[in-house]
């Protein structure tokens, strides 16, 4: 059996159940919109049960970048030690300071992690529509041979769900189609990661191998998803596009009302707090970071009570 089937399985009926929804809502059953439809309602159904390790993400991700200067420190303190050992406490240390902050680096990569199976068993249930449609395959879940030609004759302005851009067979329709929805989902893409990462960190954080590794990644994950997006079917593109709008909703929201110390998003949320109680004639007073003195010079011994001299 293929390992990949309990998610065809669960897709197609998360599928199949968000087409009954707008068939009663009023849309027509079999062929049509509703099938299109379909896959964004499987798109909000995945993101809202990954809503909490979404705020695990900022959390990480915001964590992972409070700590460069720590973590440079002990990249600096281990530079010219190469041996075993140096090079054994260096990840020992590198841990540590990772447990202390409750993060790690692959805490901020959970949520696409985890939506991979689901875009591999989207791709699949959708690569398999015709062979369903045609009766050389079984049906997964409740996707049988009637329900599979409704969905394979479904078309998104008249691009099949099941249709890509570079695969046959194919028409200049679908490679319009697709060639939008590929360009939709690598630009998301970079608004979503730029969004994250300039717009939600202090200037400090934005330096450093991890901030340039960063930066890297900032472009090169939309060129690459831009180039195999020329394999995924219209359903899958959908599910990308629709995705990242939603991952970009969602960081807006959280970013412009917890925003980290010291980033863009925090003081452009102080102007904001600054202009309403302006309007309300309140002057709000700057937050100003507390200064704890060292104290200086010899520290005074302690001196017990009945040992003081009396004047």
């Keep these: 059996m293929n390992i990949l089937y309990p998610i065809e ?7 199949y159940l968000c087409h009954k929804f707008f068939v009663f809502l009023g849309l027509p059953d079999g062929e049509g919109a509703a099938w299109v439809l379909s896959i964004v309602g499987l798109t909000l159904v995945v993101r809202i049960i990954l809503i909490p390790l979404f705020f695990k993400q900022i959390k990480a991700s915001r964590a992972m970048q409070m700590i460069q200067p720590e973590l440079q420190a002990i990249q600096k303190k281990y530079k010219t030690r190469q041996d075993p050992a140096s090079r054994e406490a260096m990840g020992r240390e590198t841990m540590e300071l990772y447990r202390k902050h409750g993060t790690n680096p692959m805490a901020s990569c959970m949520p696409i992690l985890l939506q991979m199976p689901i875009f591999f068993g989207l791709f699949n249930v959708l690569r398999n529509l015709s062979n369903i449609a045609e009766g050389n395959r079984d049906a997964i879940g409740p996707i ?11 078309a998104l302005f008249g691009a099949p769900l099941s249709g890509t851009f570079l695969h046959e067979p194919t028409d200049p329709t679908t490679k319009v189609i697709a060639a939008i929805l590929i360009v ?3 630009a998301t893409l970079y608004i979503t990661q730029r969004q994250l990462t300039m717009k939600n960190m202090p200037p400090a954080a934005l330096e450093g191998p991890m901030a340039q590794t960063q930066k890297i990644m900032l472009y090169m994950m939309p060129v ?3 180039i195999s997006g020329v394999n995924f079917p219209i359903g899958v593109l959908i599910y990308w596009v629709v995705t990242n709008l939603w991952s970009t909703g969602q960081q807006y929201y959280t970013i412009s009302r917890m925003p980290t110390p010291g980033s863009e998003a925090e003081r452009r949320l102080n102007e904001r707090k600054a202009r309403k109680a302006a309007a309300k004639g ?3 007073e700057e937050d100003k970071p507390v200064i704890i003195e060292a104290p200086r010079g010899q520290r005074q011994q302690p001196q017990r009570k009945n040992r003081k001299k009396k004047k």
């Design 224 to 226: 690459m998803m831009m």
């Design 282 to 284: 309140i002057v709000l």
């Design 144 to 154: 049988n041979q009637a329900v599979a030609q409704a969905a394979e004759n479904s």
């Design 184 to 186: 939709l989902m690598s």
């Design 9 to 15: 399985w669960a897709v197609a009926w998360i599928m």
